[in-house]
């Protein structure tokens, strides 16, 4: 087991532990000394979202990998693909990014990429914290050795570039009205940017941030204003990413919301036609809806699941030579392209499956009906709920009446202290009653 890493990295609540500065800095100069390999000189590259608390822990980090004799780059608020795509493109030793995704202003959190833009493995993460606990004093440079910090112009030029240039050079998305919500975070100049300059009407919200307004009643986790938008201006399309960009949810030109799972099934049925997969399937988790297996059996396609993580869905896929993965939450890993899920990038895909097939988003992106799915969170205060005898026998009663009809999923969130318990099935009213008494019984364990 990791203390601090959970399944997107360190996140808590900013200036409480371990989301201190003085932990930040701990953190920077253990990644770095754990990714220092050889004579050359080693460079990291930092991005953040538009959290307050993004400039301490910026600070914070310089201060430890200049320490240990790592020089620093630092991009200013640019989405998390964003930030993997110049660990690559700019051959650094190591990639940060200071954002705690979807959730709201007062967390932070730091998630690392290594030098070919991929998260970090389990062990290498265990690593990192074994020297967070360690003296590292004598392993510390002269003052000669000390590494540098300077920010770098352009970053967001050559990422909007790297996004355009995922769509063939004649895609053109003139005639689209697409209004786009960045929910006040990484993305609010780069993805309206790269929209206009393929040729949309562009229509903005949430690119006002202020340090915290990030998610607040925007973004791919509140699109109830986006929603309205869309009907407001007549879109074609409205497009919601969160906090850090690497998550998308689309809103059809009804106002209704389209989320991982249809827009995953989008793109296999597209590439499917095109000769573009390179596996007969696609990479997803346990919380993807019992519909998205059913429609990729009925084309002939297979649907792998992972752990909930797309650092797990990416492992998958390149264990196993897929393509095209994610989450029912909007990460979409297109793998031709990016090492992580980029939102803007699988937005521009399904913007392209709409010109190429000429009809409405609600058409495009509705490709199978969802089997009633229900999800509900369980707070707890410490202990494993999960371990008592109980609940296990709450949850085996569960998947007895589910039978072979439905699904049933029981997992604690590797970010905040939930239980998350899931379950879908053919039989809403059943699967609504298996959920519920779980739930109930978790509440009374975990209390």
């Given at each position: 087991?990791?203390?601090?890493?959970?399944?997107?990295?360190?996140?808590?609540?900013?200036?409480?532990?371990?989301?201190?500065?003085?932990?930040?800095?701990?953190?920077?100069?253990?990644?770095?000394?754990?990714?220092?390999?050889?004579?050359?000189?080693?460079?990291?590259?930092?991005?953040?979202?538009?959290?307050?608390?993004?400039?301490m822990l910026e600070n914070a980090l310089v201060a430890?990998?200049?320490?240990?004799?790592?020089?620093?780059?630092?991009?200013?608020?640019?989405?998390?693909?964003?930030?993997?795509?110049?660990?690559?493109?700019?051959?650094?030793?190591?990639?940060?990014?200071?954002?705690?995704?979807?959730?709201?202003?007062?967390?932070?959190?730091?998630?690392?990429?290594?030098?070919?833009?991929?998260?970090?493995?389990?062990?290498?993460?265990?690593?990192?914290?074994?020297?967070m606990e360690s003296d590292l004093t004598s392993r510390?440079?002269?003052?000669?050795?000390?590494?540098?910090?300077?920010?770098?112009?352009?970053?967001?030029?050559?990422?909007?570039?790297?996004?355009?240039?995922?769509?063939?050079?004649?895609?053109?998305?003139?005639?689209?009205?697409?209004?786009?919500?960045?929910?006040?975070?990484?993305?609010?100049?780069?993805?309206?940017?790269?929209?206009?300059?393929?040729?949309?009407?562009?229509?903005?919200?949430?690119?006002?941030?202020?340090?915290?307004?990030?998610?607040?009643?925007?973004?791919?986790?509140?699109?109830?204003?986006?929603?309205?938008?869309?009907?407001?201006?007549?879109?074609?399309?409205?497009?919601?990413?969160?906090?850090?960009?690497?998550?998308?949810?689309?809103?059809?030109?009804?106002?209704?919301?389209?989320?991982?799972?249809?827009?995953?099934?989008?793109?296999?049925?597209?590439?499917?036609?095109?000769?573009?997969?390179?596996?007969?399937?696609?990479?997803?988790?346990?919380?993807?809806?019992?519909?998205?297996?059913?429609?990729?059996?009925?084309?002939?396609?297979?649907?792998?699941?992972?752990?909930?993580?797309?650092?797990?869905?990416?492992?998958?896929?390149?264990?196993?030579?897929?393509?095209?993965?994610?989450?029912?939450?909007?990460?979409?890993?297109?793998?031709?392209?990016?090492?992580?899920?980029?939102?803007?990038?699988?937005?521009?895909?399904?913007?392209?499956?709409?010109?190429?097939?000429?009809?409405?988003?609600?058409?495009?992106?509705?490709?199978?009906?969802?089997?009633?799915?229900?999800?509900?969170?369980?707070?707890?205060?410490?202990?494993?709920?999960?371990?008592?005898?109980?609940?296990?026998?709450?949850?085996?009663?569960?998947?007895?009446?589910?039978?072979?009809?439905?699904?049933?999923?029981?997992?604690?969130?590797?970010?905040?202290?939930?239980?998350?318990?899931?379950?879908?099935?053919?039989?809403?009213?059943?699967?609504?009653?298996?959920?519920?008494?779980?739930?109930?019984?978790?509440?009374?364990?975990?209390?």
């Open positions: 087991m990791r203390k601090f890493f959970g399944t997107d990295g360190i996140r808590g609540q900013a200036n409480s532990y371990p989301m201190t500065a003085e932990m930040a800095l701990k953190v920077g100069m253990a990644a770095g000394l754990a990714f220092k390999n050889g004579g050359h000189r080693h460079r990291v590259v930092i991005g953040k979202d538009t959290r307050l608390s993004g400039y430890g990998f200049t320490s240990v004799g790592m020089d620093v780059f630092l991009l200013g608020p640019l989405p998390t693909p964003a930030v993997a795509m110049l660990t690559r493109s700019l051959r650094t030793d190591l990639g940060v990014m200071i954002s705690a995704s979807h959730n709201p202003f007062q967390d932070n959190g730091i998630k690392f990429f290594g030098p070919d833009g991929f998260k970090l493995s389990d062990q290498i993460e265990k690593t990192i914290e074994e020297l510390l440079p002269s003052a000669s050795e000390l590494g540098r910090a300077k920010r770098i112009d352009g970053a967001q030029q050559r990422y909007i570039e790297f996004a355009k240039r995922t769509l063939p050079r004649e895609m053109s998305l003139e005639g689209l009205r697409v209004v786009i919500d960045c929910a006040n975070g990484a993305a609010y100049k780069v993805a309206p940017e790269a929209l206009w300059e393929l040729g949309a009407d562009v229509i903005t919200m949430g690119v006002t941030p202020d340090g915290f307004n990030i998610n607040k009643e925007c973004g791919s986790t509140s699109t109830d204003a986006l929603s309205r938008k869309v009907h407001e201006v007549r879109a074609d399309i409205g497009i919601a990413l969160d906090g850090d960009a690497d998550r998308v949810i689309i809103v059809d030109e009804n106002g209704s919301v389209v989320d991982g799972d249809q827009l995953m099934a989008v793109v296999a049925q597209s590439w499917q036609q095109s000769n573009r997969l390179s596996a007969p399937g696609i990479v997803a988790t346990v919380m993807s809806n019992l519909g998205l297996e059913r429609y990729l059996q009925s084309l002939g396609l297979g649907l792998a699941r992972t752990k909930v993580g797309d650092r797990y869905v990416v492992e998958h896929m390149r264990a196993n030579g897929y393509n095209v993965g994610g989450e029912q939450s909007g990460h979409i890993v297109l793998s031709d392209f990016a090492t992580t899920g980029d939102g803007l990038i699988a937005g521009l895909q399904v913007l392209a499956c709409v010109k190429d097939q000429d009809k409405p988003v609600s058409e495009v992106c509705r490709r199978f009906e969802p089997v009633p799915q229900i999800l509900k969170n369980v707070r707890y205060k410490g202990g494993k709920p999960l371990e008592q005898d109980l609940v296990k026998s709450a949850i085996e009663d569960g998947e007895a009446r589910l039978g072979n009809s439905g699904r049933l999923v029981i997992r604690a969130s590797g970010t905040e202290p939930l239980i998350r318990v899931m379950a879908e099935g053919d039989d809403a009213e059943l699967v609504k009653q298996v959920v519920n008494d779980i739930a109930g019984v978790v509440a009374t364990t975990a209390a």
